[in-house]
């Protein structure tokens, strides 16, 4: 047997010690459980420990994007022993168990502030669903990106880049770094100095036009990722139109309507129709003063 320190509630409870000292032990941890138990019937928010079932969705939740429980735990600095239990429990002789127990029902505050604050963070080559990544750049090559400069940009060669655009898983890393470069390119035509330039931003968007990718004004950041969300230039166009909100704003930075229809991945006549349709002539007069201004 042990030989457990004196004064202690182990002392008393394992050993069954029932010296002076260990009974006040005892008698002080009954005395803390009972404050505890009594603060989290009345005041459940004060508690120290909260339900379980929330961790363990968020656990199965990153599970089915690809991040599995041993790297959530490491990735909340929290020992992978830890996180077993609340997923699966535990059985005999595992984590010193005589017996099974099934997944626990609680757990610290603490522990549940760490697991919830992870995020998806798949390891590199971990192959992940391609529908945010491929509708980033078909988006970008709408605005005249070609595929040669997103390659580049993305650091592969153009024929890998052909394939990614219709292939339908992508590593993480390739999904990282194709949204931290959408994030910087969405709102950025490509620059077009000379002949060449402006030919190669003209292709991409026809290729853009033929296949009926649409620009990124046509998605929302929330539903960009969602493979069973519509662009809001789907949407606009079975209804016969194309955003108002997207050529005023197109308009407000000074675009001319030969630069906002390719922006938006439509004709200029489209563009006219519409705001004719609304009562926008002061949109279309402005488009004009915008193309005298470039002429």
């Not at 030989?3 to 009974?23: F, L």
């Not at 400069?149 to 999904?175: C, E, G, I, W, Y």
């Not at 909100?245 to 938006?264: K, M, Q, S, V």
Request: proline share 6%.
């Amino acid at each position: 047997m042990a030989d457990r320190q004196h004064g202690t509630y182990a002392k008393y409870v394992i050993e069954k010690c029932r010296c002076p000292e260990c009974r006040q032990a005892n008698t002080s941890y009954e005395r803390e459980a009972k404050r505890r138990r009594t603060i989290e019937y009345w005041h459940p928010e004060r508690s120290r420990y909260v339900d379980a079932e929330p961790i363990r969705q968020h656990l199965h939740t990153l599970s089915a994007q690809g991040m599995g429980w041993k790297r959530v735990a490491d990735a909340a600095g929290v020992a992978q022993s830890t996180v077993y239990p609340i997923l699966y429990g535990c059985y005999p002789d595992r984590a010193g168990a005589r017996e099974y127990r099934p997944p626990r029902k609680r757990v610290s505050r603490t522990l549940a502030d760490k697991l919830l604050a992870v995020k998806v963070d798949l390891a590199d080559g971990r192959h992940v669903d391609s529908t945010g990544t491929t509708r980033r750049l078909r988006a970008l090559v709408a605005i005249g990106w070609s595929g040669a400069k997103l390659a580049r940009a993305l650091d592969m060669l153009p024929t890998n880049f052909a394939r990614l655009l219709h292939s339908t898983t992508v590593t993480a890393a390739t999904a990282r770094a194709t949204r931290i470069l959408y994030d910087r390119l969405w709102d950025t035509p490509p620059p077009e100095p000379d002949a060449h330039q402006r030919q190669a931003a003209s292709r991409a968007r026809n290729m853009a036009r033929r296949h009926g990718w649409p620009p990124p004004l046509a998605w929302d950041d929330d539903d960009i990722d969602n493979p069973d969300a519509r662009p809001a230039e789907a949407v606009d166009r079975a209804n016969e139109g194309t955003p108002l909100e997207d050529i005023e704003l197109l308009c407000d930075e000074g675009y001319t309507l030969a630069h906002a229809a390719e922006r938006l991945g439509v004709r200029a006549e489209t563009i006219q129709h519409r705001l004719a349709r609304v009562g926008r002539d002061d949109l279309l007069a402005r488009f004009r003063r915008a193309a005298q201004r470039v002429a």
